[in-house]
């Protein structure tokens, strides 16, 4: 049944493990942390609303409490809920551009030479600073001239020659950012057999949650459940994306904070190392251009949320010749759109600070993530060059002239 | 011996002596109170904190009815800071009387309560986890009193204006001359140390207890100890108080109170010698949660906090009729005029609801006594906290450095004392308890200002320990720093921690089961395993460690 209502904060402990695990209760004092504001504050507001704190602003909805947390408290989704529904609404022409990846996307692909090269100029950073609070600081990822969408529609292979298809959610990053790492899960998927579709998606919605536009988000819920779940009887086969965050949110966002119900396609999704793991402990042979490489494997929270990361390991130590190295845990602060913001990039810099200084500290080639967001992040932190894992595996099943080595 | 000369000896802290205490502070008649425990820690702090409309009485008793709707219409002027002013609904389940939903706006319009039938549908818009299935809903203007900071604000005030409340002073025996009462010999339960406190009159509010103080004088005074059980939940499940539409019986009521909502009650008669160990009982906890579950379904999957259990009052109004004369309404026995001896005068019966009138009746006496003809002014004064409505928001502006809810459950807490309490340092807004968001300054204002002397009284004045942790995870905060403030030394300290505990134990016991049982688990292991609390080294605490007993 779904849950109308969260009230997991009933079963808290007061362990406080969840807080020691924050990293921006770690980061700032103006943050009392999780267990402050989610399951002790939850029980202060559903007593009087205008307990609601200012502080919860604060909270990047990363979730490491929740993965931290022994009683399954919803804590960041109780955060979440409560700072939409208790907060009186502020809109930000700021918040509403970062919120709406997809129109952004639009026009950022569509203009992407002009919009390239304003979001990179010193002037244009300046106002932006200055009027809209995005820290100038902080470098834009660039727009691809065109989308993977397009590129889909027009060269994408025909499915139907593999034995088995798969429906694949790419997300805003790849259609509108990086078409690339869409090619490369094409092809890593069409080396193992499985062909692929992809539907009329919206954004998962993630970073409207982030900012206050849940009405809208609870709309594209709707649109990519009934979208993904026709696509899926279609193909017969399983949903897969690489974004580790758009799989957070199609399987536990729209039934958490969206209440929708995604029972259509809840069993189906897999976060695509999931997918690929037993294939290719079955297929090692499609591995077949070894990868020589140094990499730091940085695990985006979501992922580790979702129990994924093991999956994500186990695909990269298949890769022959490359040499993986696991960091410690750590949050890099980004955490989508929160370290765009003014006011809050100063803690998304300090909560990155260790990560940055552990990948150092490998001296690698390359660092690989599953997370977009995070990539940005540690090629701001870091200067070094940050690949998606499904990336390494393209190399390697392509091999040749594909590979920067 | 140690003598304390004053006009009026009051025994017994609960709302009564309280609001006695104040009244006579108002009427310039100096007074001093004992309490033999905490100040509520009687009945007054074992209620549901109903601020009764009268609508439950309106039906079987119109003239305590009468009382309750003119008392709250004061109470949530003069004492607004300890009100919410919530409403209450009467709801008529399937196979309830709906006749008596007619019967009850009628005596509602005998009374002078207002009391209106409305919508079903807007019942369950006002109470969105009723029970969906209710056919019939009535309106009454109930609301809810916290007992604990109503008695707290009656001896503040009273403090402020002279007088003296001593806790943990226990009166035990009458100071007699000839067929007058002339004052009481006391004994202090922390210090053991011993005295008197002579007076003109001497004012036995000791509520259940009175009996006893009449027998000091060799006198006997019937009363009929009912006992009833609550049983409180983790959060609030419902906004305004939920009463069921038909007679008084067990199981029928659910009160907001705070943070939590509260489970009432059941009546049973016990002896009068079991009134000072009560118990609940395991059927009465089936009981509770099976009728509070008729009303709110969700209640089953709530965790429940504690349980605790109180004693009605009640005094048989004409001896020999059995029991069944017993008269809920308040009873002032002139014990001059009853047994021929002076100076002594007896309240007994009434509810939280009347304290206000009480006090006034015992007041008028005692000012008639000694002739003094100044007039009750408790009717219009406000208590410390309630002088005018200060919306919560706007509080929480003055304040920089602290989360808006720890300064507006300050707020709500302390009424306009709030400046009191959180103003000054900023180290008054370390937080001490994170369930209730009680800070180092609340513990230090109830320690300097309100007289706690021990953990457990400190949560009568902070809620400090009432949230889901019952403590577990703030009691040793709070005992470090009330050694720290002074308060106690490290030694008492470390006893106070243990009772503590095993005060939190025994109402944590009735409801030992799922999350409840993991918190207590999880407490144990703290206090025992990590700090060593009961560790066998030999020390005091080896034996009080409560958790010991857990199965
Ligand atoms: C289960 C239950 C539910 C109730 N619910 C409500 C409700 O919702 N609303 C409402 O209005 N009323 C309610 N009442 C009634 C209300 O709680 C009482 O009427 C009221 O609290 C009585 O206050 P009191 O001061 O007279 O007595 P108490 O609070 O009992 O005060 C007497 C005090 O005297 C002290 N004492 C005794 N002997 C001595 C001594 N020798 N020396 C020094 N001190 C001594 C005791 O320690 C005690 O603190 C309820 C009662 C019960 C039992
Ligand atoms: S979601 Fe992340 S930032 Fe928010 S409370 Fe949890 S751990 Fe802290
Ligand atoms: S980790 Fe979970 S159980 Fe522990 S304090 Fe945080 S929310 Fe409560």
Same mark, same amino acid.
């Given at each position: 049944m779904i849950e109308l209502e969260n009230i997991s904060f009933d079963h808290c402990l007061k362990c406080t493990v969840c807080t020691v695990y924050c990293p921006v209760a770690k980061a700032t004092p103006l943050f009392p942390g999780p267990k402050q504001s989610g399951p002790d504050a939850e029980r202060l507001r559903i007593k009087n609303p205008e307990l609601v704190d200012d502080s919860l602003k604060y909270c990047s909805n990363c979730k490491r409490c929740e993965t931290a947390c022994p009683s399954d408290v919803r804590i960041a989704d109780i955060i979440q809920a409560a700072k939409w529904t208790y907060w009186r609404r502020r809109t930000r022409p700021r918040d509403f551009l970062l919120a709406h990846t997809d129109l952004m996307g639009f026009w950022g692909t569509a203009l992407a030479g002009l919009v390239n090269r304003a979001a990179g100029a010193g002037v244009v950073r300046y106002l932006l600073d200055i009027f809209v609070k995005i820290p100038k600081e902080r470098p834009f990822p660039k727009y691809s001239t065109s989308t993977f969408k397009r590129w889909f529609r027009d060269h994408g292979p025909d499915p139907s020659v593999h034995p088995d298809q798969a429906v694949y959610f790419h997300g805003c990053y790849v259609n509108y950012q990086n078409p690339g790492l869409g090619r490369d899960v094409v092809d890593v998927l069409a080396a193992l057999g499985v062909g692929v579709r992809i539907t009329n998606e919206k954004c998962c919605g993630v970073p409207l949650i982030a900012n206050g536009y849940l009405d809208r988000a609870r709309k594209h819920a709707r649109h990519n459940i009934e979208g993904l779940a026709r696509a899926a009887d279609q193909a017969g086969g399983p949903i897969v994306t690489a974004s580790s965050t758009c799989a957070y949110a199609l399987m536990y966002e729209y039934p958490g904070i969206l209440r929708q119900d995604n029972r259509a396609i809840a069993d189906r999704i897999q976060y695509l190392t999931r997918f690929l793991a037993p294939r290719l402990a079955d297929r090692p042979d499609v591995l077949k251009t070894p990868v020589p490489l140094k990499v730091a494997y940085h695990a985006p929270c979501h992922l580790a949320r979702m129990g994924g990361v093991v999956d994500t390991v186990e695909v990269l130590r298949r890769i022959p010749g490359l040499d993986p190295r696991l960091l410690h845990s750590e949050c890099c602060g980004i955490s989508g759109t929160y370290g765009f913001k003014k006011e809050l990039y100063p803690i998304a810099q300090d909560v990155g600070a260790d990560l940055k200084e552990k990948i150092l500290a490998v001296k690698p080639d390359l660092v690989v993530t599953d997370c977009e967001t995070c990539a940005w992040q540690i090629e701001f932190l870091t200067g070094l060059r940050v690949v998606h894992p499904v990336t390494l595996l393209a190399w390697s099943v392509r091999g040749g002239a594909s590979s920067p080595v | 011996m140690k003598t304390i000369e004053t006009q009026v000896a009051i025994i017994g802290g609960g709302v009564t002596g309280a609001g006695t205490l104040r009244d006579l502070a108002l009427r310039g008649i100096p007074a001093v109170l004992v309490e033999k425990g905490d100040l509520a820690s009687g009945t007054s702090g074992r209620n549901h904190g109903l601020l009764h409309s009268g609508s439950r009485y309106a039906v079987g008793d119109p003239e305590s009815a009468r009382e309750c709707i003119a008392e709250s219409r004061v109470l949530k002027v003069i004492a607004r800071h300890t009100v919410e002013d919530t409403g209450g609904l009467f709801v008529t389940l399937p196979g309830d009387d709906p006749g008596y939903a007619d019967r009850l706006i009628r005596a509602g319009r005998d009374t002078g309560i207002e009391i209106e039938e409305i919508p079903v549908s807007k019942a369950l818009r006002m109470e969105p986890h009723l029970n969906p299935a209710i056919t019939r809903a009535l309106l009454a203007p109930d609301a809810t009193i916290d007992p604990f900071r109503l008695t707290m604000a009656n001896v503040l005030s009273a403090v402020e204006h002279g007088q003296q409340a001593l806790t943990h002073v226990e009166a035990t025996s009458l100071i007699r001359e000839g067929d007058r009462v002339a004052g009481i010999l006391c004994r202090d339960?922390?210090?053991?140390e011993r005295f008197a406190i002579r007076s003109r009159m001497v004012v036995n509010a000791a509520g259940i207890w009175g009996r006893r103080v009449c027998q000091m004088a060799n006198l006997d005074l019937a009363m009929h100890p009912s006992k009833g059980s609550m049983l409180i939940i983790?959060?609030?499940?419902?906004?305004v108080v939920i009463n069921r539409s038909r007679p008084a019986s067990d199981g029928d009521i659910i009160v907001p109170g705070d943070t939590v909502s509260l489970l009432g009650t059941t009546s049973r008669t016990v002896d009068y010698d079991a009134i000072d160990d009560l118990r609940v009982d395991d059927d009465e906890i089936d009981v509770l949660l099976k009728d509070a579950e008729n009303l709110i379904p969700r209640i089953s999957r709530t965790r429940a906090l504690r349980a605790y259990a109180g004693v009605r009052p009640l005094l048989a109004a004409s001896e020999g009729k059995d029991g069944r004369e017993i008269s809920r309404g308040l009873v002032l026995i002139d014990h001059e005029t $009853?047994? =021929?001896?002076?100076g002594l005068v007896t309240m007994a019966g009434g509810k939280l609801t009347t304290y206000r009138l009480m006090a006034e009746k015992l007041a008028d006496y005692v000012a008639e006594r000694l002739g003094v003809n100044r007039p009750c002014e408790t009717r219009q004064a406000p208590l410390p906290g309630s002088e005018k409505p200060v919306p919560i928001r706007r509080t929480s502006k003055k304040f920089t450095g602290v989360s808006e809810s720890v300064v507006g459950s300050t707020h709500y807490r302390h009424g306009e004392r709030v400046h009191q309490v959180l103003g000054g340092e900023k180290a008054n807004f370390a937080l001490v308890c994170e369930c209730e968001m009680v800070t180092a300054g609340e513990v230090r204002y109830a320690i300097k200002?309100?007289?706690?002397?021990?953990l457990i009284d400190l949560r009568r004045r902070t $809620?400090? =320990?009432?949230?889901?942790?019952q403590g577990g995870l703030c009691a040793y905060r709070a005992a470090g720093l009330m050694e720290e403030l002074g308060a106690v030394d490290a030694d008492t300290a470390l006893t106070m921690l243990a009772e503590f505990l095993e005060e939190r134990y025994k109402g944590v016991r009735p409801v030992l089961w799922g999350d409840g049982m993991r918190e207590m688990e999880f407490i144990y292991w703290l206090y025992e395993g990590l700090f060593g609390l009961g560790a066998g080294d030999g020390s005091q605490t080896e034996t009080q460690a409560p958790e010991r007993d857990v199965p």
């Open positions: - | 339960r922390k210090t053991g983790d959060y609030r499940v419902n906004r $009853r047994d =021929g001896l002076a200002t309100l007289g706690a002397r021990d $809620r400090l =320990g009432m949230g889901p942790c």
